[in-house]
């Protein structure tokens, strides 16, 4: 298509006809004012567009074609798709449905206007009539739907991203939802979907979205869209026509018409909201939350109405929960394998796979929380946009810090929003330190008053020592009484070196500090005092100098190791780890701040060679090629249905995977 546009960007005459129509847009109206003297120039710029042939798809109540002026502008033509008679439908009926959806289309213009410059919604420039047929024209969004995001952000063979990226796409996708609040009297969306959800790739491709953390979501299709607060008497009563919503994502009342005051609930934002959690559901966990194609126990399908409400979401399963594919997701996943390997090295040994799986669990638990609260039966009991969208960000932020308190054993960051919380619960994670702190106070304090003591008890005191061919007599000095009473505590010290909070350091501080113990102790018994009761004051006053000492190193064992442990094993139960079961340094590529995307697919890479030439078991061979950098896909999608169906029928089979989701659009 560049052979097309000049260096100014406008369709070079020459080649406009290769590969494109010329589409004529009668009767052009903006959405906006516009003065007498703009209005002719606004208007050329869409009465003239050249159609993308076979990069057409459909887009809720009609079919979206990739357009392009004379100024080389990207645009998107929505042009109205027509009921087709039915067999034995009357001519009136046939007539009655033709006029819903012009009314329906209509409408969806409408409910476009108030959303039309908002970010993370396609700009709205007119509408018009194309041979007739009603059309809308708008911004041309390129990218991929969600759909398509997850199948190449997938980390296991069961399609699930990364709770960490499933938590930053939900982070943004609410924020869309909560922006819709902005429109006065509020703003439905009804159909919100992973086809619906689009990432732009025109300015940044999505594994560098992936890499920085943000993503530019646009949410399209607005056909089941509508206010809040309508302005007249709602479509859906004046037509008794309705573009229902896609059922996996649905909450129950929008799958049902027989509920009491179902006006007004199909006009709550809470609609969106379980369906924005429903879509996160599916990125998280690799399937909706609800199977719809179950029956029931006479054989017969069962309605996606009863199947939501005859019991709560399942809990969620995400990437993590396997310890024999764990190492398999790090390796796709390097942010989180660099925290995996921080928080192991907090640890005096390696923690095992399946320990590290249920730790890592414990943190994405959160997640499923939110999700869950989100995915509520009644409306009253799910969250508003802008607090989820708030919860997911304070879970994106401290992911990290709570994969290492998790391998700890020290209390989470709650997935709650603001500062306040995350601050709370750091004074009250301060408190084991301000214990620790104290008993090291109290400890030190009792060493430095037993040495003081003794100098002054024992200063002057005369006695003699011979041993091992060694004579002395005279008077104890002061001085020389205090450093043999802190001796044993110092040495033991400064044999933890850096390993004052790990069960190799305690170990050797306990045994330097017991050998000087014993040898000060036979020294002591060889000296000969003229007052034995001095002899037995020192003799305690070492005794109580080494217990201070040993008390320091306690301290820092029972409350940096000892006990977090029993926490954390408490919290998450696990059995004893061998060597087979530990976790590698290695599960993640280099594990360090510097490791990045290459070095994890060539982890993968190793793996999957390792496997013999066969593909490797469990997972699907796109989403490892697509993982492992062999397959990459193109930033620029071109939709064609029969292409589309069968792909996905065989990339997916089983699965009802939408038909339109790997394509570039604007509705």
Not at 65 to 88: F, I, M, V, W, Y
């Amino acid at each position: 298509m560049s052979g097309l546009v000049d260096k100014g960007g406008a369709l070079a005459s020459s080649g406009a006809v290769q590969g494109m129509r010329l589409v004529r847009v009668a009767d052009f109206s903006a959405p906006l004012s516009l003065s007498d003297a703009d209005r002719p120039s606004y208007v050329r710029r869409f009465v003239t567009l050249f159609v993308s042939q076979g990069q057409g798809h459909r887009g809720g109540t009609g079919r979206v074609e990739h357009a392009r002026n004379a100024q080389g502008e990207h645009l998107a033509l929505k042009l109205l798709s027509l009921p087709h008679r039915r067999d034995g439908e009357t001519e009136e009926d046939h007539e009655r449905r033709v006029r819903a959806s012009h009314a329906a289309f209509e409408r969806e213009y409408e409910c476009h206007i108030l959303l039309s410059g908002l970010k993370g919604f396609p700009r709205l420039y007119g509408r018009g009539t194309v041979d007739g047929v009603p059309c809308i024209v708008m911004e041309w969004v390129e990218g991929i739907t969600l759909d398509r995001v997850r199948r190449q952000l997938a980390v296991d063979g069961s399609g699930r991203v990364s709770p960490l990226v499933a938590a930053r796409l939900g982070r943004d996708l609410f924020d869309l939802v909560a922006r819709m609040g902005y429109v006065e009297g509020g703003f439905v969306h009804r159909d919100i979907s992973p086809r619906n959800v689009m990432v732009r790739t025109s300015r940044l491709s999505l594994e560098q979205q992936v890499d920085e953390g943000v993503f530019d979501l646009y949410l399209i299709d607005f056909g089941s869209s509508a206010e809040s607060e309508p302005r007249s008497t709602s479509f859906t009563s004046e037509n008794a026509v309705f573009r229902g919503a896609t059922a996996d994502f649905a909450p129950p009342e929008m799958l049902s018409d027989d509920i009491p005051g179902l006006a007004e609930l199909r006009k709550s934002p809470a609609i969106d909201v379980y369906a924005a959690a429903s879509v996160v559901y599916q990125l998280a966990c690799g399937q909706a939350p609800y199977d719809l194609r179950a029956v029931g126990e006479d054989g017969a399908p069962v309605s996606p109405y009863r199947a939501k409400m005859a019991a709560p979401a399942p809990a969620a399963v995400m990437a993590h929960a396997r310890a024999d594919e764990l190492l398999e997701a790090l390796a796709r996943e390097p942010e989180v394998a660099v925290a995996v390997q921080h928080a192991q090295d907090k640890l005096s040994a390696p923690m095992g796979v399946s320990e590290a799986a249920e730790a890592l669990s414990f943190v994405d638990e959160q997640l499923g929380i939110v999700m869950g609260d989100c995915l509520a039966r009644g409306q009253s009991e799910r969250p508003d946009a802008a607090a989820v969208r708030d919860a997911l960000s304070s879970f994106s932020i401290h992911y990290a810090d709570n994969v290492e308190r998790s391998f700890c054993g020290r209390p989470l960051v709650p997935c709650v929003p603001g500062g306040f919380a995350a601050s709370a619960l750091d004074v009250a994670d301060s408190t084991l330190a301000h214990v620790r702190m104290a008993c090291k106070g109290v400890a030190a304090a009792a060493l430095a008053g037993v040495a003081v003591s003794a100098a002054v008890l024992a200063n002057g005191a005369q006695a003699s020592l011979v041993a091992a061919g060694f004579a002395w007599s005279g008077g104890l000095p002061g001085v020389a009484v205090a450093v043999a009473a802190l001796f044993p505590a110092l040495v033991g010290l400064s044999l933890r070196f850096s390993g004052s909070r790990t069960t190799a350091g305690f170990l050797r501080g306990t045994a330097g500090l017991a050998v000087t113990f014993a040898a000060l102790w036979q020294v002591l018994a060889d000296m000969r005092f003229e007052a034995a009761a001095q002899q037995h004051l020192l003799s305690m006053a070492l005794v109580a100098a080494v217990a201070a000492g040993w008390c320091i190193m306690v301290a820092d064992f029972a409350l940096n190791v000892a006990l977090p442990q029993m926490i954390r094993r408490k919290a998450l139960p696990s059995g004893d780890c061998d060597g087979a079961d530990a976790l590698p340094s290695a599960a993640a590529p280099a594990l360090e701040g510097k490791a990045g995307k290459g070095e994890a697919r060539q982890v993968c890479g190793l793996q999957a060679a390792g496997a013999s030439d066969a593909d490797e078991p469990g997972v699907p061979a796109d989403i490892r090629d697509e993982v492992c950098g062999t397959n990459p896909q193109p930033e620029y999608e071109v939709d064609d249905l029969a292409d589309e169906v069968s792909g996905a029928n065989a990339r997916f089979a089983g699965k009802r995977d939408a038909l339109d989701d790997d394509m570039s659009e604007g509705a």
